[in-house]
């Protein structure tokens, strides 16, 4: 059951666009966190209360292709894409310290995290 969530969550961030792109010359990376667990709802909240603080966040990772942040009933997730891996482990490292200042407060676990290199990625054309 654990794994088709992460399948649908997938699809859900690759259908948030209308256009698709298949990248040759570049190897672009997505990481997925996922949070759950005593907090996460709180997490989000804290998130759309957010919006805008944190899309500029994100917006300074170098190579940022995309980012999403989703609610769910246990929490929630984000999907993060960027042209090379340095773009994804600095995404990892600034979303690390934003909930740790933001809601560090809260006794969140640590958040699930899954990162590969994107195959397509859909964006509005």
Not at 29 to 43: D, H
Not at 61 to 80: D, P, Q, R
Request: charged residues 25%; contains cysteine.
């Amino acid at each position: 059951m654990k794994n088709r969530k992460w399948f649908v969550a997938l699809l859900c961030a690759a259908w948030l666009g209308q256009g698709m792109t298949v990248f040759a010359e570049e190897e672009p990376m997505t990481v997925i966190r996922a949070y759950t667990g005593e907090g996460a709802k709180e997490l989000f909240e804290i998130v759309a209360e957010r919006k805008d603080e944190l899309e500029s966040v994100f917006r300074s990772v170098s190579g940022i292709i995309s980012y999403t942040a989703v609610h769910t009933e246990e929490g929630g997730f984000t999907v993060t894409v960027c042209k090379n891996p340095a773009g994804i482990s600095e995404s990892v490292r600034l979303a690390r310290e934003w909930v740790a200042k933001r809601a560090g407060h809260l006794k969140l676990s640590d958040p699930q995290i899954i990162e590969g290199f994107s195959l397509i990625h859909f964006t509005e054309q």
